[in-house]
């Protein structure tokens, strides 16, 4: 059963600390994306990934950081340098960039 | 840069109508455009993709224009049904060097009512 799984589905952090979300897909997928998500807001793109070892900063990257060594796993800290990082935090994944993408289910992360 | 509304909020329509939602861009028109619906709590799921050169698209009750003069894409669900119910997101690509990377709209909650 194909698909991309995030965990966990809800996070607590006090503030200051680093957290770090994760982001698996088995569907072969080259191509990963982090998205933030506010209450009315549309999707905003934090980074991607087109290949292995390799990835680019998104709109709003400052405060985040990524890595990717390995093709299923794409996994997001969210440190200490981010402002406000209470959100709704996403990752899809998609064959090549430019065809659809695929999401998950969704962290929703609560910094106190 | 490019930027991308939904113009409505929230769209109520009476169930076995058809609901119509709007997406307007204001830039370079996008090779693409997509749209996806997303549930509460959840993550958005990809329902149609229309290229630049196709002026229609279809999948059983959904239909997608693209019109690159007006710079606007209509999203159609005919028949519809309180499962519809759901907000609704379009997507394009933001050209240039971007690398195939989306910028999505805000969304537009839409309610059927039985």
């Known amino acids: 059963d194909g698909g991309i799984t995030q965990s966990p589905k809800y996070l607590f952090r006090k503030e200051g600390q680093n957290v770090t979300l994760s982001c698996e897909q088995n569907l072969n997928h080259d191509a990963m994306y982090w998205y933030r998500q506010d209450p009315g807001q549309g999707l905003r793109l934090i980074y991607y990934s087109q290949i292995v070892n390799d990835f680019q900063k998104g709109d709003i990257a400052e405060g985040y950081s990524v890595s990717r060594e390995k093709k299923e796993s794409f996994p997001l800290t969210v440190t200490s340098a981010q402002k406000n990082p209470t959100a709704f935090y996403l990752c899809?994944?998609?064959?090549?960039?430019?065809?659809?993408?695929?999401f998950g289910p969704g962290t929703r992360l609560t910094v106190l | 840069s490019q930027k991308i509304e939904q113009n409505s909020e929230a769209l109520n329509i009476q169930e076995g109508k058809t609901a119509t939602l709007t997406c307007n861009y204001t830039n370079y028109s996008p090779a693409y455009l997509q749209w996806y619906r997303q549930d509460p709590g959840r993550g958005p799921v990809f329902l149609l993709l229309?290229?630049?050169?196709?002026k229609e698209k279809r999948k059983e009750r959904l239909k997608v224009t693209f019109d690159t003069t007006l710079k606007q894409s209509l999203f159609h669900i005919t028949a519809s049904q309180p499962a519809d119910s759901a907000t609704y997101l379009c997507?394009?690509?933001?050209?240039?060097?971007?690398?195939?990377?989306?910028?999505f709209g805000k969304g537009t909650k839409l309610s059927v009512k039985p």
């Open positions: 997507a394009l690509d933001m050209g240039g060097g971007s690398q195939g990377n989306l910028i």
């Open positions: 899809a994944s998609s064959k090549r960039s430019g065809t659809e993408q695929f």
């Open positions: 229309i290229r630049e050169n196709e």
